[in-house]
């Protein structure tokens, strides 16, 4: 089965700082990662994903994520963190396998001014 | 870019009857939709996968005939939540997928609160 685990409620952070979400997976064979942005009463705003190829993916909004086989991790970073970032994040799996995408809880991404 | 197009953004009803949510892709053809279920600060949970001309998958534990499905063309699923009861107050999200993409779009949801 596979399943997403996302590690921490919330992150807190200063603007200009840099920001890291936490995302680790579990999955049988070749995962495909996807990162989305939930801003209140809205649908998922797609970020990024990882299908194959290089590790480190960058996407919408200077976000970017490193996919590493070895830990089953897909963190998903910011050099410089924006007031307007904050938001709720998932990190999403999908197995080679099958066509649901399954979701971790979610964090909630607070930067301060 | 892909587009979903999800109605209506808020309802609200009475306990005992049933509302529809549509569920459009604009610029593509969804193969594969989803309907998943959000409660306040919670994660997303699949409820259902629907397959264009096909009858929807359920997730165990959701009530299929609650929880009506239709996917009749691929561009267009419906959700109807049937006699609904103010436990089935909830933010209810669609994706759709084409065939050749591994990518999913995300409606923007659906609050339906049931008085």
């Known amino acids: 089965a596979q399943s997403v685990a996302q590690p921490e409620d919330q992150v807190n952070v200063a603007e200009g700082n840099p920001l890291t979400v936490k995302c680790t997976y579990s999955v049988s064979g070749n995962p495909y990662l996807f990162w989305y942005v939930q801003y209140p009463n809205r649908g998922l705003q797609f970020l990024l994903k990882y299908i194959t190829g290089d590790n480190l993916v960058k996407g919408s909004y200077g976000f970017e994520a490193e996919f590493n086989k070895s830990q089953t991790s897909f963190h998903l970073k910011k050099p410089s963190a924006l007031v307007s970032d904050s938001a709720l994040y998932f990190c999403?799996?999908?197995?080679?396998?099958?066509?649901?995408?399954?979701f971790g809880t979610g964090t909630r991404l607070q930067v301060f001014p | 870019g892909a587009v979903v197009s999800q109605h209506p953004s808020r309802v609200i009803c009475k306990s005992g009857t049933s509302v529809k949510i549509e569920c459009r892709s604009l610029d593509f053809q969804a193969t594969t939709m989803f309907w998943y279920r959000q409660f306040p600060k919670q994660s997303l949970m699949l409820m259902a996968t629907s397959n264009e001309g096909s009858k929807a998958t359920y997730e165990q534990g959701v009530e299929k005939d609650k929880f009506l499905i239709n996917h009749a063309s691929l561009t267009l699923s419906t959700l109807t939540v049937t006699s609904a009861h103010p436990e089935d107050s909830s933010f209810y999200i669609c994706?759709?997928?084409?065939?050749?993409?591994?990518?999913?779009?995300f409606g923007s949801g659906t609050r339906l609160t049931v008085v």
């Open positions: 994706s759709a997928r084409a065939t050749d993409r591994v990518g999913y779009t």
């Open positions: 999403a799996v999908r197995g080679y396998n099958t066509d649901k995408l399954i």
